[in-house]
């Protein structure tokens, strides 16, 4: 963060001093709330969550480094006492981010596709300057501020990944840190049942950019209808990226290699230049348009912008990422997170390189927080898996899984139901043979990183 005082600190959060022999040491550290994060330098913010209160941990922060801590009651060490950690944490990132002029604030949200599109953001804006994107998927209450306050005050390029899980959310968020372009990609199913449906799933999306002023810029997806009516909410200028040949930002030519990577034609009012993504699956051409519509609203050329995202790889973890195991199996890793949009995605990529030489495997975990509807949603995966020709279908857990299983194999695949991860390991060492091409996707509680981990250990025939 800025380096500020735990004076200034407390000064800033109108907390009180605790335990605090020096007020004018200096916090110039990265802020952190989990004490095995902490070093030197840092401000440790303690949380008490449901599982766990970080309170117990600040003297383990402060012994590693931690120059104070932010809470919510006195502790062992130096501490800036306040009544809410939360609110407290908010205004010491408004004040963070109002002291930042020279830095442009770019806020990323949709439905699906806002990590990979954060990170394909980083790889091509750091070649115009300095950037700092979003850790991980930290793109909550707690997340965006933890992003602000760990950029450097030389910052160019700011971009938070900013998620909703109800109306409000964004506003919440924007309200910490006025943002210069606001970018939307998607309105799917995820989370529908917090928001109550599509069109509140926009409303609350589009708060994202009702939070410009007049000389910000808009971005939206031109080939989604509800984030193009978005342009109404907006008091900024509008510029829209997508496959429509009427999106000023646009793909042509897309098609995919063997491996199921996209290659295009970039489009822009300055020109064109080819794009061969290294990314996997078709749906990662709107990713990459999103970040070109946002690279060239900030001035940069067409030919830098093709090229940039041509040399991007996959930064985040379990974000379709290809694993080839020694015997001839290859694992898609995306059990980073699931929705009924990302889930379709990850199955038409999973058909696009498996081809007709090679058996498909999905192996599917549950899709969370999509309330009523969430049998419906399981069943409709498991039918469009088995309807675009995927040859293994591997539910694991209870009636969401079975749902899944049972729309698979109405539509003709081999399905397979499993109880849970140790339970699917031992089916699917038993299952794979050489040449397999086995995708791994879940909600991220579902836990199926650890199955992807077990697949690729050597137990399991690596």
Same mark, same amino acid.
């Given at each position: 963060?800025?380096?500020?005082?735990?004076? *200034?600190?407390?000064?800033?959060?109108?907390?009180?001093?605790?335990?605090?022999?020096?007020?004018?040491?200096?916090?110039?550290?990265?802020?952190?709330?989990?004490?095995?994060?902490?070093?030197?330098?840092?401000?440790?913010?303690?949380?008490?969550?449901?599982?766990?209160?970080?309170?117990?941990?600040?003297?383990?922060?402060?012994?590693?480094?931690?120059?104070?801590?932010?809470?919510?009651?006195?502790?062992?060490?130096?501490?800036?006492?306040?009544?809410?950690?939360?609110?407290?944490?908010?205004?010491?990132?408004?004040?963070?981010? *109002?002291?930042?002029?020279?830095?442009?604030?770019?806020?990323?949200?949709?439905?699906?596709?806002?990590?990979?599109?954060?990170?394909?953001?980083?790889?091509?804006?750091?070649?115009?300057?300095?950037?700092?994107?979003?850790?991980?998927?930290?793109?909550?209450?707690?997340?965006?501020?933890?992003?602000?306050?760990?950029?450097?005050?030389?910052?160019?390029?700011?971009?938070?990944?900013?998620?909703?899980?109800?109306?409000?959310?964004?506003?919440?968020?924007?309200?910490?840190?006025?943002?210069?372009?606001?970018?939307?990609?998607?309105?799917?199913?995820?989370?529908?049942?917090?928001?109550?449906?599509?069109?509140?799933?926009?409303?609350?999306?589009?708060?994202?950019?009702?939070?410009?002023?007049?000389?910000?810029?808009?971005?939206?997806?031109?080939?989604?209808?509800?984030?193009?009516?978005?342009?109404?909410?907006?008091?900024?200028?509008?510029?829209?990226?997508?496959?429509?040949?009427?999106?000023?930002?646009?793909?042509?030519?897309?098609?995919?290699?063997?491996?199921?990577?996209?290659?295009?034609?970039?489009?822009?009012?300055?020109?064109?230049?080819?794009?061969?993504?290294?990314?996997?699956?078709?749906? *990662?051409?709107?990713?990459?348009?999103?970040?070109?519509?946002?690279?060239?609203?900030?001035?940069?050329?067409?030919?830098?912008?093709?090229?940039?995202?041509?040399?991007?790889?996959?930064?985040?973890?379990?974000?379709?990422?290809?694993?080839?195991?020694?015997?001839?199996? %290859?694992?898609?890793?995306?059990?980073?997170?699931?929705?009924?949009?990302?889930?379709? #995605?990850?199955?038409?990529?999973?058909?696009?390189?498996?081809?007709?030489?090679?058996?498909?495997?999905?192996?599917?975990?549950?899709?969370?927080?999509?309330?009523?509807?969430?049998?419906?949603?399981?069943?409709?995966?498991?039918?469009?898996?088995?309807?675009?020709?995927?040859?293994?279908?591997?539910?694991?857990?209870?009636?969401?899984?079975?749902?899944?299983?049972?729309?698979?194999?109405?539509?003709?695949?081999? %399905?397979?139901?499993?109880? !849970?991860?140790?339970? #699917?390991?031992?089916?699917?060492?038993?299952?794979?043979?050489?040449?397999?091409?086995?995708?791994?996707?879940?909600?991220?509680?579902?836990?199926? *990183?650890?199955?992807?981990?077990?697949?690729? !250990?050597?137990?399991?025939?690596?």
């Amino acid at each position: 963060m800025l380096p500020m005082s735990l004076a *200034q600190i407390a000064q800033v959060v109108q907390g009180r001093l605790h335990q605090v022999p020096d007020p004018d040491a200096v916090v110039a550290g990265p802020t952190v709330i989990d004490s095995r994060q902490a070093r030197d330098g840092c401000l440790f913010v303690a949380f008490v969550g449901d599982q766990v209160d970080g309170h117990d941990f600040a003297s383990a922060a402060v012994a590693a480094g931690a120059v104070g801590v932010l809470a919510s009651r006195p502790v062992a060490g130096p501490t800036i006492v306040v009544p809410n950690v939360l609110d407290a944490l908010r205004t010491l990132t408004s004040w963070t981010a *109002q002291k930042m002029p020279g830095t442009t604030c770019i806020g990323v949200t949709g439905s699906s596709g806002k990590t990979s599109t954060k990170d394909l953001l980083g790889q091509v804006l750091c070649r115009s300057g300095s950037t700092i994107v979003t850790a991980g998927s930290q793109n909550n209450e707690i997340g965006v501020p933890l992003t602000v306050l760990g950029a450097p005050s030389d910052t160019e390029y700011l971009v938070l990944e900013m998620g909703a899980r109800g109306i409000g959310h964004l506003s919440y968020l924007t309200g910490m840190v006025p943002l210069d372009v606001s970018l939307v990609l998607n309105v799917g199913s995820a989370h529908a049942g917090e928001f109550g449906g599509r069109e509140a799933t926009a409303q609350a999306k589009g708060e994202l950019v009702e939070a410009l002023s007049s000389d910000g810029t808009a971005l939206l997806n031109l080939d989604d209808p509800l984030v193009a009516a978005m342009a109404s909410r907006s008091k900024a200028p509008v510029t829209y990226f997508g496959c429509s040949p009427q999106a000023p930002i646009r793909a042509e030519n897309v098609a995919l290699d063997e491996r199921g990577r996209p290659r295009f034609d970039l489009i822009t009012p300055a020109g064109n230049a080819p794009v061969t993504l290294q990314l996997l699956g078709v749906h *990662q051409v709107s990713n990459a348009l999103a970040t070109a519509a946002v690279a060239y609203t900030l001035g940069m050329g067409t030919a830098e912008i093709a090229d940039a995202l041509s040399c991007a790889v996959a930064t985040t973890g379990s974000r379709m990422q290809l694993h080839e195991r020694d015997d001839g199996v %290859t694992v898609i890793d995306d059990a980073y997170n699931a929705n009924p949009d990302s889930m379709a #995605a990850a199955l038409r990529a999973l058909t696009s390189v498996g081809g007709a030489d090679r058996r498909t495997v999905a192996v599917i975990g549950e899709m969370r927080e999509l309330g009523a509807e969430s049998p419906a949603e399981h069943r409709a995966v498991g039918e469009l898996a088995g309807g675009l020709g995927v040859e293994v279908v591997v539910g694991i857990g209870g009636v969401e899984a079975g749902q899944v299983v049972a729309g698979a194999a109405a539509k003709g695949a081999v %399905t397979h139901l499993t109880a !849970d991860r140790g339970a #699917a390991a031992d089916l699917l060492a038993g299952l794979l043979k050489p040449g397999d091409l086995v995708l791994v996707k879940a909600s991220l509680g579902a836990g199926l *990183q650890a199955l992807v981990r077990d697949l690729l !250990d050597e137990s399991t025939g690596r």
